[in-house]
């Protein structure tokens, strides 16, 4: 594939220049070859072809964890706290009930909802769907909402769960599997993907990042020990731990919050690459904007200013956790800002041939693009339903490399210079007030 990829760059250098060599492409591109290509495709494909060959001591390892899970037979909890999302539950619990896992409770927290939730939800815990309904008349915000159900919370493990979500038939299991593999191991993430891919162009783009971002870059992080979020959409807990680190602090990007606090306490996280839930994406532009500025904005509040410790080498410095917070930091957020430069630098040194060098970068990309899709056809499970995605590989890079870009440069700015986090109505005011008083 390479072959084939490095071939159409040739066609289209000799099609579009006589003058552009090899030489000057490297020149040229140098952030694409340099910054991007050895760690969002080189290092993901050695990585992925690693796991394949691996695949039967994995699998091993797999079938020991379930007999040691089904031999002890844990409750545990699914919280899923949310406001708004009457309409959801019903199909969130039908998905539950079809789990091969069985031994489990339900709890809904409902955060101030002013829709037909209380009603929604009040009929299913009558019926036996859901064993325990929480109300907040207040909104209190997601992480209130959170830590309201892990008070009432029986279970040894606690998955959290989005309202809107639904799961394949193992996934329960498969997202309980890691904390057989390892006592250290105290939190898992599951592997989230698109559901309303075909809705819109804005959904489809979100589907393939979603497999390349999510599937696979955190199958590689995992790999390398520097794991760093657990989707809120899915994730698994230790209800113990949980309450040793004080559970979920306030704010966007809670995420990756909890996860680095768990790892420094000292224990480790894991990613379940094939526990897989199957979430619902912006269908809109703006909204997608919007979000994706909230979400990045978390970086710049959680990492660079709370966790910041785990960046100096103190008494309880690891390096594992300097390296994942040093590795996210530096490609979401620094060479975000090396990127500006190096487009502003091509626009002004290159004026009179701007549009031979970003159709040359746009295949460049595309080719690039292509080999990450062989990549997830490596490791997707449902592979012969995504291949779908393939023609929107031609406008991904514009996606990725521009649109992306652009929404995480704003939010860093916007989040470093004048703390807007705190001012996002994701989070009730009362409660950000609080969080930025108390430096969270």
């Given at each position: 594939m390479l072959n084939f990829c490095f071939d159409i760059i040739d066609g289209i250098i000799a099609c579009f220049t006589r003058n552009l060599t090899w030489s000057a492409v490297l020149h040229t591109y140098w952030f694409l070859f340099i910054i991007e290509f050895p760690r969002y495709y080189f290092l993901e494909l050695v990585i992925s072809i690693w796991?394949?060959?691996?695949?039967?001591?994995?699998?091993?390892?797999q079938d020991v964890a379930k007999m040691k899970l089904y031999l002890e037979n844990p409750l545990i909890t699914i919280l899923a706290p949310g406001k708004n999302e009457g309409k959801h539950i019903y199909k969130l619990v039908k998905s539950l009930n079809e789990q091969t896992y069985r031994n489990y409770e339900i709890i809904i927290?409902?955060?101030?909802?002013?829709?037909?939730?209380?009603?929604?939800?009040?009929?299913?815990?009558?019926?036996?769907?859901?064993?325990?309904?929480?109300?907040?008349?207040?909104?209190?915000?997601?992480?209130?909402?959170?830590?309201?159900?892990?008070?009432?919370?029986?279970?040894?493990?606690?998955?959290?769960?989005?309202a809107d979500s639904s799961l394949d038939r193992d996934a329960i299991e498969k997202i309980l599997l890691p904390f057989y593999y390892d006592p250290k191991i105290k939190a898992v993430g599951g592997c989230v993907k698109v559901r309303n891919s075909d809705e819109t162009?804005?959904?489809?783009?979100?589907?393939?990042?979603?497999?390349?971002?999510?599937?696979?870059?955190?199958?590689?992080?995992?790999?390398?020990?520097?794991?760093?979020?657990?989707?809120?959409?899915?994730g698994a807990f230790e209800r113990e731990k949980l309450m040793q680190i004080g559970m979920w602090d306030i704010g966007p990007g809670l995420d990756g919050d909890i996860t680095q606090k768990i790892r420094k306490s000292g224990d480790k996280v894991y990613f379940a690459e094939d526990?897989?839930?199957?979430?619902?994406?912006?269908?809109?532009?703006?909204?997608?904007?919007?979000?994706?500025?909230?979400?990045?904005?978390?970086?710049?509040?959680?990492?660079?200013?709370?966790?910041?410790?785990?960046?100096?080498?103190?008494?309880?410095?690891?390096?594992?956790?300097?390296?994942?917070?040093?590795?996210?930091?530096?490609?979401?957020?620094?060479?975000n800002f090396l990127w500006l430069f190096y487009i502003v630098t091509l626009i002004f040194m290159h004026t009179d041939r701007l549009m031979e060098i970003f159709l040359v970068g746009w295949m460049?990309?595309?080719?690039?693009?292509?080999?990450?899709?062989?990549?997830?056809?490596?490791?997707?499970?449902?592979?012969?339903?995504?291949?779908?995605?393939?023609?929107?590989?031609?406008?991904?890079?514009?996606?990725?490399?521009?649109?992306?870009?652009?929404?995480?440069?704003?939010?860093?700015?916007?989040?470093?210079?004048?703390?807007?986090?705190?001012?996002?109505?994701?989070?009730?005011?009362?409660?950000?007030?609080?969080?930025q008083v108390e430096g969270i």
């Amino acid at each position: 594939m390479l072959n084939f990829c490095f071939d159409i760059i040739d066609g289209i250098i000799a099609c579009f220049t006589r003058n552009l060599t090899w030489s000057a492409v490297l020149h040229t591109y140098w952030f694409l070859f340099i910054i991007e290509f050895p760690r969002y495709y080189f290092l993901e494909l050695v990585i992925s072809i690693w796991h394949q060959i691996t695949f039967k001591s994995r699998k091993r390892k797999q079938d020991v964890a379930k007999m040691k899970l089904y031999l002890e037979n844990p409750l545990i909890t699914i919280l899923a706290p949310g406001k708004n999302e009457g309409k959801h539950i019903y199909k969130l619990v039908k998905s539950l009930n079809e789990q091969t896992y069985r031994n489990y409770e339900i709890i809904i927290v409902d955060d101030g909802s002013d829709d037909a939730t209380p009603l929604i939800c009040r009929d299913l815990e009558k019926a036996g769907y859901i064993d325990l309904y929480l109300r907040s008349h207040i909104r209190g915000g997601k992480a209130s909402a959170a830590n309201y159900g892990v008070h009432y919370a029986k279970g040894k493990y606690i998955v959290h769960l989005d309202a809107d979500s639904s799961l394949d038939r193992d996934a329960i299991e498969k997202i309980l599997l890691p904390f057989y593999y390892d006592p250290k191991i105290k939190a898992v993430g599951g592997c989230v993907k698109v559901r309303n891919s075909d809705e819109t162009l804005c959904t489809s783009m979100q589907a393939l990042e979603y497999l390349k971002t999510i599937q696979i870059g955190r199958m590689v992080t995992n790999t390398l020990g520097i794991y760093h979020i657990i989707s809120g959409a899915f994730g698994a807990f230790e209800r113990e731990k949980l309450m040793q680190i004080g559970m979920w602090d306030i704010g966007p990007g809670l995420d990756g919050d909890i996860t680095q606090k768990i790892r420094k306490s000292g224990d480790k996280v894991y990613f379940a690459e094939d526990a897989i839930c199957m979430t619902n994406v912006p269908t809109q532009w703006h909204a997608l904007f919007k979000q994706r500025q909230r979400w990045s904005k978390s970086l710049i509040r959680f990492r660079l200013r709370k966790h910041f410790d785990i960046l100096i080498p103190h008494k309880h410095f690891n390096i594992l956790n300097w390296i994942s917070n040093m590795e996210n930091l530096m490609y979401d957020c620094y060479f975000n800002f090396l990127w500006l430069f190096y487009i502003v630098t091509l626009i002004f040194m290159h004026t009179d041939r701007l549009m031979e060098i970003f159709l040359v970068g746009w295949m460049i990309r595309y080719c690039f693009s292509l080999v990450a899709f062989g990549v997830i056809m490596l490791v997707s499970e449902r592979a012969s339903e995504e291949k779908k995605l393939v023609p929107y590989l031609f406008v991904s890079t514009f996606y990725t490399g521009y649109f992306l870009r652009s929404a995480r440069l704003l939010a860093h700015i916007k989040e470093l210079f004048f703390f807007s986090s705190y001012k996002d109505p994701w989070n009730p005011k009362k409660t950000s007030e609080l969080a930025q008083v108390e430096g969270i």
